[in-house]
């Protein structure tokens, strides 16, 4: 396992790489793997390719100090998952934030098209500006001809894909599959921070969801908002929002008319815990 905590032993190892005739394909993380990480290194490990994993937990993507603080940093124990788990031998694990943003970084501040305004956008200000940039930064510095990321994360998806269109760069971007705990829980590194019960309580969040998403021909788009929020009614969780979307305009709908791919989003809070996951209702 070669572990970059620089650029340039970044740089070099993977020159030497790409001059053997390999694809870079690339798995960015903020650290704290789980099943989901590992299943995203899994799809990136491709004839030909090499894999690059980056650890790295980005200041800039936080718009609350104290989660910042709180955000797990088990790098020993991510390595040994990665080593354990999947092909990838080359993970870039900055050991500073200089590292990432160094001289050569230049912020972005593109149009999103109003992708970044909604939803987590909403409720996070500043969140995907960071993203953005980082994303964008890692990607200048790991050069990569694909990259995946989880489709837990929706809304940055796209976003992503719209930055990646924008700014012409020849990457492909992969969405992959949302992994779920045995009760359907989303696979996210904030679950480690659950109580025993609020993990049990947090299936509700995919129950709902799927529910949501079985109910659409039956019942009006606004029905089905509210028998989502009234099955939290009981229930120790609280929602902070659930947009019901065009899949690519992220834009909330009204009615199930108004698009061909309609995306339910929600964000919920378990205890102090912030969950999000969506559904697919129809493409
Ligand atoms: O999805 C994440 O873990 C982060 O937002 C990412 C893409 C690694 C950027 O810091």
């Given at each position: 396992?070669?572990v970059c905590t620089?650029r340039?032993?970044?740089?070099?190892?993977?020159?030497?790489?790409?001059?053997q005739?390999h694809?870079?394909?690339?798995v960015?993380?903020?650290?704290a793997?789980h099943?989901?990480?590992i299943?995203l290194?899994k799809?990136?490990?491709?004839?030909?390719?090499?894999?690059?994993?980056?650890?790295?937990?980005n200041?800039?993507?936080?718009n609350?100090?104290?989660?910042l603080?709180?955000?797990p940093r088990?790098?020993e124990?991510?390595?040994a998952?990665?080593?354990?788990?999947?092909?990838?031998r080359i993970?870039?694990a900055?050991?500073?934030?200089?590292?990432v943003?160094?001289?050569?970084?230049?912020e972005?501040t593109?149009?999103?098209e109003?992708?970044d305004k909604?939803m987590e956008?909403?409720?996070?200000?500043?969140?995907f500006?960071?993203?953005?940039?980082?994303?964008n930064?890692?990607?200048?510095?790991?050069?990569?001809?694909?990259t995946?990321f989880?489709e837990?994360d929706f809304?940055?998806l796209?976003i992503?894909r719209?930055?990646?269109?924008?700014?012409?760069l020849?990457i492909?971007i992969?969405?992959?599959p949302?992994?779920?705990?045995?009760?359907?829980?989303?696979?996210?590194?904030r679950?480690?921070?659950l109580?025993?019960k609020?993990?049990?309580?947090a299936a509700?969040?995919h129950?709902?969801?799927?529910?949501?998403k079985?109910?659409?021909?039956?019942?009006?788009?606004?029905?089905?908002?509210?028998?989502?929020?009234?099955?939290?009614?009981?229930?120790?969780?609280?929602?902070?929002y659930?947009?019901?979307?065009?899949g690519?305009?992220?834009?909330?709908?009204?009615e199930?008319h108004?698009t061909a791919?309609?995306q339910?989003?929600?964000?919920?809070?378990a205890?102090?815990?912030?969950?999000?996951d969506?559904?697919?209702?129809f493409?």
């Open positions: 396992m070669y620089s340039p032993s970044l740089d070099k190892m993977l020159d030497e790489k790409r001059k005739g694809k870079i394909h690339f960015p993380t903020m650290g793997l099943d989901g990480h299943s290194l799809q990136a490990s491709q004839k030909n390719a090499v894999v690059v994993c980056s650890i790295f937990v200041p800039t993507q936080f609350d100090k104290a989660d603080d709180k955000y088990t790098l124990a991510d390595l998952l990665i080593e354990a788990g999947s092909d990838c993970v870039f900055p050991d500073s934030p200089n590292e943003y160094d001289q050569t970084y230049q972005q593109l149009g999103l109003g992708l909604v956008g909403a409720f996070r200000p500043g969140h500006k960071g993203v953005v940039n980082v994303v930064q890692l990607f200048a510095i790991v050069k990569p001809d694909v995946f989880g837990k809304q940055q796209a992503i719209l930055m990646t269109k924008k700014l012409n020849d492909d992969v969405g992959c949302i992994i779920r705990e045995p009760n359907g829980l989303a696979r996210s590194s679950n480690e921070r109580s025993v609020m993990r049990a309580e509700l969040i129950q709902s969801l799927q529910e949501l079985s109910n659409y021909l039956k019942y009006s788009l606004e029905t089905c908002k509210t028998h989502f929020m009234r099955s939290f009614e009981n229930s120790p969780l609280e929602v902070e659930l947009s019901i979307v065009d690519h305009t992220l834009q909330e709908i009204s199930w108004e791919y309609a339910a989003c929600t964000a919920v809070f205890g102090e815990i912030r969950l999000i969506n559904v697919q209702i493409a």
